[in-house]
Every structure is written in structure tokens, then in C-alpha cells.
């Protein structure tokens, strides 16, 4: 599976020279041979071969459709990023579990402000992942936004993950077509945040009684509104 960033309106494709590297080095793709290529919209396109290069690889498409593999309900998971390798993980998971949108939060006590590079390199892990998958919408990963700009535009089913909120019950899932969940960061939410989240009409809410890392929490999360059957 490859991604392909603007399919042209002629049945022509030309793969970016990431993807193209991929099929000719990696793959070692030849003219002639058929791969799937996806849009991150939604389409998936049989593509054959008809040129390969190290940096282009060129093919045409011989049949495409429209093919969704999301989840039931459209999710937000606003979270204090973790640093590193454990970023990237967790971009991984998520995409995999069908999260829709991924927003870092800044939060008072986070400790990895998202830069414009680091968005870039997880809109690259969203493409990788969504090969791997073979989800066709990719996940959206939001510029850095404040708690209050994620309030701002929550659905009605928010929630702000605590260890010591109320214990969080699937039926509060159930009916809602779109969650956001709000995951802080190791150092945890300030009292003030979680009664800025409270005001706002966040539920405040705990998946258990033992200390979660930032991404076990956000998978947790993320498994329970995904795996729920939608409204
Ligand atoms: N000492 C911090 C505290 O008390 O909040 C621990 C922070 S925890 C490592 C990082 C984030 O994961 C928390 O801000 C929260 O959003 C989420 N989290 C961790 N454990 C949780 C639990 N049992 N229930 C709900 N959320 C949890």
C-alpha cells in the first residue's frame, strides 16, 4: 500500500520520492507489477506500474473505489504529548485504532511543546501507520492548542481524564457519534485546569484506580469510544 499525496485527474500517478523510494528500494518494485494506493480520503486506487525510478516511480490506475475502514464514532484525543519514541508510538496506536483527530495539548506542567517539525514528523508516522493498517482516512494531527481552545469546540461527549474523577461508565459513549477526551500530562492537570474542564461541561473521569502513562491512557481511551458500537 502507498500513499499518494494528490491523485491528478488523469489516470496517471506519480508517487512522492519517499513513497517511490519505498517501491524501488525497499520493495524493489517493477513496471508491471499492481499496488494499492490510497488518498487519506477515502479512495483506494489498483495502480500498475509503468516506470521505475529510485526517486520517481510512475503508474497508472486501472480501477479505484471508495473503501472506509473508521471507527463508529469520531473521536478527538487532546493530549499532553509524551517526548520522543514514545510520540511516535503512540501516533502509531492511534491511527490504528481509528482515533480521527490527534490534538497536542499544551497543558501548565507538559513537558514536549509540539514544534512544526515534530507535526511533521508525526504527519509522516500517520502515513506509515495508515499503510500498515490499511486505514484510508489518514488521522489528522492538530497544531499545538491550549486547553481552553480545545473547549472551546467540544462535542457534547467530552471527558478529561483524571485518576480521580468518577469512574467512567460506556453508556456516557454510547449515544455520541463524536468524543473528544482530554489526556494530560505525566506531571498531571492542575487543579485549576480540571475545574476549567469541569465548567466547560467536561465529565471528569477515571479509568481505574492505578496511575496510567500518558499513551496507555489515551489508548484505553481510545479503545473503549472506538470498539463501543455507534449510535
Ligand atoms: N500524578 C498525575 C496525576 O495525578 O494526574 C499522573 C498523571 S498520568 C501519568 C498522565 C495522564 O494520564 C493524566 O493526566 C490523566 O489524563 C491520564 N491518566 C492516568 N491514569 C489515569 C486513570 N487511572 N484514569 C484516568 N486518567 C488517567
Given at each position: ?74 473521536l478527538?484525543l ?16 492511534c491511527?490504528?485504532l481509528g482515533v480521527a ?38 488521522m ?82 481510545a ?9
Amino acid at each position: 500500500r502507498f500513499f499518494i499525496e494528490h491523485p491528478s485527474a488523469t489516470e496517471e500517478v506519480t508517487f512522492d520520492e519517499a513513497e517511490s523510494q519505498h517501491l524501488a528500494k525497499v520493495m524493489r518494485a517493477n513496471v508491471g507489477d499492481m499496488v494499492v494506493g490510497f488518498d487519506g480520503k477515502g479512495t483506494e486506487f489498483q495502480i500498475e506500474l509503468t516506470s521505475v525510478g529510485k526517486k520517481k516511480v510512475v503508474g497508472t490506475v486501472r480501477s479505484q473505489e471508495e473503501v472506509s475502514r473508521e471507527a463508529s464514532r469520531r473521536l478527538t484525543l487532546a493530549v499532553a504529548l509524551p517526548k520522543g519514541d514514545r510520540q511516535r508510538w503512540l501516533v502509531e496506536k492511534c491511527v490504528e485504532l481509528g482515533v480521527a483527530r490527534l490534538v497536542p495539548l499544551l497543558t501548565k506542567r507538559g513537558v514536549a511543546q509540539p514544534v512544526e517539525k515534530a507535526i511533521d514528523r508525526l504527519r509522516r508516522a500517520v502515513i506509515e501507520a495508515s499503510k500498515q493498517c490499511e486505514r484510508n482516512h489518514l488521522m489528522q494531527v492538530g497544531q499545538g492548542q491550549s486547553l481552553e481552545e480545545v473547549l472551546a469546540s467540544r462535542p457534547a461527549a467530552s471527558f478529561l481524564l483524571h485518576p480521580s474523577g468518577e469512574a467512567i461508565h460506556h453508556d456516557a459513549i454510547v449515544p455520541a457519534s463524536e468524543v473528544l477526551a482530554i489526556i494530560g500530562p505525566e506531571g498531571g492537570f492542575t487543579d485549576e485546569e480540571v475545574a476549567e474542564a469541569a465548567q466547560h461541561g467536561c465529565q471528569v473521569v477515571s479509568l481505574g484506580p492505578r496511575i496510567l502513562r500518558v499513551e496507555t491512557a489515551a489508548l484505553a481511551m481510545a479503545t473503549l469510544a472506538t470498539a463501543v458500537p455507534g449510535p
